[in-house]
């Protein structure tokens, strides 16, 4: 018979934000003498200890190169590193674990879906259709094709509150959009795109669609059949694994059909002076000696935040984004950028006249750490006509007393500068 | 916070907040335009030249306290200076900023020594030197914007 307190733990647990903390090394550092505030995880996200053992024990335990040994520690190398792909699968709910493809990261994965789909499919006259808040790294690899091939890149608009305009988005779909690239969660607004509707929209005209999902991945489940999209594309560092390993997923038969990425060892089934036969899914994408380490680092990632649970952490960082967005909105002379309906736990915004140049560098006195300028959003920024924000990007090992710290920094800032 | 305070010294908040020679220049004889793709800070630089001297000097754009009081008070320095002067007073300026000055050297910069401070702050050298990199491109006659990357 199950005792009190087991009836009481069999629902989802308390989420024990300092509990979560302890397995974060770096939160006990001390900046400017201060106890760290890290406010900049949508930059990179911090590791913790299981991630950082991950990829020490890799080096010390197993290194070794992957697909081509028969010695043994590059057969169990090669199956952590299977293993992990089969991870991300499941992860993402992808159909089958050859859809998964190890890159650098979503910069790296939109890359190779520029010059491989794009190539293959975008000619002139033809465009491309993104958004008013990309990335940087979701205009420029479209931008570089459409030059080189004659196309156009089209961009649908967003409102003053920083949510995608759907109507002006399903105009812009016309027949001579051969790809849709938009990002799930916007690195600067927070806003989560309504991207089923989007997909819908654009495979209604037979249009595939690449999501950007750097942002949203270590924030919102990801469910790529449930969404459809036909590319998602993902950093490990973003997602709490190390920098330098992230992933592209893509539907099999799309995958199949495209030309590989970068020629090289791993991604060929025989070469001849003659003729060179590429390898199958997922190894025609994946040339030379891949990030193993990192990839193992990922692969305790995705363990670390299965274990903690997207529905016990997830409210923990909701409850932060209302707290953190109404104790900033009262203070004088602070705009907030990005007040979308859905909204992952990202805060940017302005103060006064102040350039955010200046807010960062007095709140990085006080150990906070925030992003300021345009966030590789340039474009984004002119639509808001600002030259820069200042972000503070929350992830759930994060207090309501941080964000408190904040806000007193905030005040420091308009005393010292104001 | 002694750092902030001597990061943000009254001349340079006053600077940035009311910068002295804040227009464009239609007649001017050479320009450049500057940018910090870091924070987005962007200055552009109108000179006028005349018998070998700065006769006048303005700029325009938007930027941190530290690049807008910067810009101003380079201004205000280089009415007058040839461009061999102006180019010395950036190199010690440059000095200053970076910590590579010799002691007692900043008082020779006059006004410019309040940015002393920013030898403290590494990230920030690039702010106050942008319209100073600006200035040369437009006394070198560059056509092409000059970054501080």
Known sequence: ?418 | MSDLHALYQEMILDHSKHPHNLRPMADATCSAQGYNPLCGDKVALFLKLQDGRISDVSFQGSGCAISTASASILTDMLKGKTPAEAEAIFEKFHDLVTGKGQPGSAEKLGKLAVFSGVSEFPVRVKCATLAWHTLRSALAGSQEPVTTE
Not at chain 1, 310 to 315: E, H, Q
Not at chain 1, 358 to 366: A, I, K, M, P, R
């Open chain 1, 1 to 418: 018979m199950a005792t009190v307190s087991e009836v009481k733990t069999s629902g989802p647990a308390r989420f024990d934000v300092t509990r979560v903390r302890a397995d974060f090394p770096i939160l006990t550092e001390r900046v400017h003498g201060k106890p760290l505030v890290y406010f900049d995880n949508a930059a990179t996200s911090q590791k913790p200890r299981a991630v950082i053992d991950a990829e020490q024990r890799f080096y010390e335990t197993l290194c070794s190169n992957v697909h081509r040994g028969v010695h043994d520690l590059s057969e169990r190398a090669t199956q952590a590193y299977e293993a992990t792909r089969v991870k991300l699968q499941r992860f993402l709910n992808a159909a089958e674990s050859r859809e998964i493809i190890f890159v650098r990261g979503t910069t790296e994965a939109i890359n190779l879906v520029a010059s491989t789909y794009g190539k293959k499919h975008v000619g002139v006259g033809d465009e491309i259709l993104i958004s008013a808040m990309e990335h940087h790294s979701n205009i420029v690899p479209w931008q570089m094709l459409c030059e080189e091939k004659g196309a156009s890149l089209r961009v649908a608009p967003i409102s003053d509150q920083g949510e995608l305009i759907l109507e002006e988005f399903e105009k812009l779909l016309g027949p001579r959009t051969k790809l849709v690239a938009v990002t799930h969660v916007s690195n600067v607004l927070g806003t989560v795109n309504p991207v089923r509707e989007m997909i819908a929209m654009a495979h209604h005209r037979n249009i595939p669609v690449l999501l950007d999902g750097a942002q949203a991945v270590a924030h919102v489940p990801v469910d790529v059949r449930a969404l459809d999209c036909d590319f998602y594309t993902i950093s490990g560092h973003k997602l709490f694994a190390p920098t330098g390993i992230g992933a592209l997923y893509g539907k099999a038969h799309l995958l199949e059909a495209m030309p590989p990425y970068q020629g090289g060892g791993d991604m060929i089934a025989s070469v001849s002076f003659e003729k060179t036969i590429y390898n199958s899914l997922p190894y025609k994408f994946e040339a030379g000696t891949p990030n193993i380490a990192g990839t193992l680092g990922m692969s305790a990632a995705i363990d670390y935040l299965n274990q903690l649970g997207f529905d016990r952490f997830a409210p923990h960082e909701h409850a932060l984004l209302v707290y953190a967005t109404k104790a900033l909105a009262q203070i004088p002379g602070l705009r907030i950028i990005g007040t979308a309906k859905e909204k992952a736990a990202v805060i940017s915004f302005v103060l006064d006249d102040l350039h955010p140049h200046d807010v960062g560098t007095v709140l990085d006195q006080e150990g906070i750490a925030v992003r300021t300028g345009h966030h590789c959003a340039q474009p984004l920024m002119e639509r808001f006509q600002v030259p820069a924000t200042t972000r503070a990007s929350l992830a759930f090992y994060n207090t309501f007393e941080e964000v408190d710290a904040l806000v007193k920094g905030i005040y420091k800032v308009k005393e010292l500068l104001g």
